[in-house]
């Protein structure tokens, strides 16, 4: 079954730790995208990789990282220096990179819950 | 950098009307503007996209039409039934930097009732 797979689909986390979300795709798909959704503010980009071992900001990165060691992976490091980290986390994977953007696949998404 | 605009944040309408949801982007070099739909509890899923070259674009009971001068989109939907019921995203692609990267509106939560 191909698809985008993402994984916890809930987490919980103190203050001040560090968590990792999982990301994976067996769509042969070059580019990988990091999505946050906050009710009333649509879907912000986080991070997005268009290949292995490169990845690039996006508008919200701060507090965030990531890694692109593979290309059917691309985990999601919150760190205890984002601000407000609980929300909704969406991993996303297209065929195309470069100024021809094609449809994204969207994973089921994770959510994160600070306490 | 790209600036995508989406109203109405909420549009609720009887079953059998149509909707129209409107998005309004500021890079005038974008060229092409996919919608999306999220159904409650699920991923987002395209469900039409245009490309620049084409000011609009018909898909059986869903369309969207493009101005490119005003820079604005719209996303039409006729003879709505319960099951449009969801949350739509507009987007655009700035072309700047060959990126590959989508901006998206703030969605639009629609309702269609019985």
């Known amino acids: 079954d191909g698809g985008i797979t993402q994984s916890p689909k809930y987490l919980f986390r103190k203050e001040g730790q560090n968590v990792t979300l999982s990301c994976e795709q067996n769509?042969?798909?070059?580019?990988m995208y990091w999505y946050r959704q906050d009710p009333g503010q649509g879907l912000r980009l986080i991070y997005y990789?268009?290949?292995?071992?490169?990845?690039q900001k996006g508008d919200i990165a701060e507090g965030y990282s990531v890694s692109r060691e593979k290309k059917e992976s691309f985990p999601l490091t919150v760190t205890s220096a984002q601000k407000n980290p609980t929300a909704f986390y969406l991993c996303?994977?297209?065929?195309?990179?470069?100024?021809?953007?094609?449809?994204?696949?969207f994973g089921e998404g994770s959510r994160l819950t600070v306490l | 950098g790209e600036n995508v605009e989406q109203h109405p944040s909420t549009l609720s309408v009887q079953e059998g009307d149509s909707a129209v949801i409107k998005c309004t982007y500021s890079?005038?070099?974008?060229?092409?503007f996919p919608w999306y739909k999220q159904e409650l509890g699920k991923r987002p899923q395209l469900i039409i996209d245009i490309r620049s070259n084409v000011g609009e674009k018909k898909d059986q009971r869903i369309a969207v039409t493009l101005n490119k001068t005003a820079k604005h989109f719209s996303l039409h939907i006729t003879e709505t039934q319960p099951e449009d019921s969801a949350v739509y995203f507009c987007a655009a692609s700035p072309v700047s930097g060959n990126t590959g990267k989508l901006i998206f509106g703030q969605g639009t939560t629609l309702q269609v009732k019985p």
């Open positions: 996303a994977s297209s065929i195309r990179t470069g100024g021809n953007t094609g449809e994204l696949f």
């Open positions: 990789s268009q290949i292995v071992n490169d990845f």
């Open positions: 769509l042969n798909h070059d580019a």
């Open positions: 890079d005038s070099a974008s060229n092409y």
